[in-house]
């Protein structure tokens, strides 16, 4: 099963120091079955609502940490690309798995593949006994049709002013959570759907 889904910065960004992320979607599936080791159960929302974007800003700084070490493994150079070039830039991606150990940030082992798009990544955290192919494609996936539908790469993309189409797209993609076995012709049909939903 997917842990979380998130969409972060992996660049610095005026407004951040330049180690920090800043996360611009999160979904969590089942979060609160996968505590922190030693932490019971908090009975105030507010506390749980903190200690679950503390996980999740754990999560992002450490692929942001990946990401960026992969880049300056690889030499590549951080160049901005424009609206329509969003299949270029997927093709270009930075891609890579992160084992997080127990406690690091949930009490269980889980895995965390990341994608890096220009100054974006996506990140999806599953537990270990998942497909790991299966869950790459899914990925992939989902950041092709964020960046085509949602214009991630333009200026002033709001993402955060569109979370109900990116929920849309792990409601079809990502049901609850569960990576799906997809055949050609239901993606196909799948991708259709998805399109006439988000020109609406």
Same mark, same amino acid.
């Given at each position: 099963m997917v842990v979380c889904f998130l969409i972060h910065t992996v660049c610095p960004v005026s407004a951040l120091s330049p180690a920090e992320s800043r996360i611009l979607y999160s979904r969590d599936f089942g979060l609160?079955?996968?505590?922190?080791?030693?932490?019971?159960?908090?009975?105030?929302? +507010?506390?749980?609502?903190?200690?679950?974007?503390?996980? /999740? @800003?754990?999560?992002? #700084?450490? $692929?942001? &940490?990946?990401?960026?070490?992969?880049?300056?493994?690889?030499?590549?150079?951080?160049? +901005?690309?424009?609206?329509?070039?969003?299949?270029?830039? /997927? @093709?270009?991606?930075? #891609?890579? $798995?992160? &084992?997080?150990?127990?406690?690091?940030?949930?009490?269980?082992?889980?895995?965390?593949?990341?994608?890096?798009?220009?100054?974006?990544?996506f990140t999806l955290v599953c537990q270990p006994q998942e497909n790991l192919l299966l869950a790459e494609g899914t990925l992939r996936n989902l950041a092709r049709h964020c960046l085509e539908e949602l214009r991630l790469l333009g200026t002033g993309s709001e993402v955060l002013l569109k979370s109900d189409r990116v929920d849309a797209m792990l409601q079809r993609l990502l049901p609850h959570g569960q990576l799906l076995f997809l055949n050609h012709r239901f993606a196909q049909n799948m991708d259709k759907e998805l399109s006439s939903y988000m020109s609406k």
């Open positions: 609160e079955d996968v505590e922190l080791s030693g932490e019971s159960r908090e009975d105030d929302p +507010e506390k749980r609502r903190l200690a679950r974007k503390e996980k /999740l @800003g754990v999560v992002a #700084r450490q $692929v942001r &940490s990946a990401v960026c070490l992969s880049r300056e493994v690889a030499g590549s150079v951080y160049v +901005e690309a424009v609206l329509g070039e969003e299949a270029v830039a /997927l @093709g270009e991606a930075e #891609r890579g $798995v992160l &084992s997080l150990g127990h406690g690091e940030p949930f009490a269980g082992q889980s895995i965390a593949l990341w994608l890096g798009v220009q100054a974006l990544a």
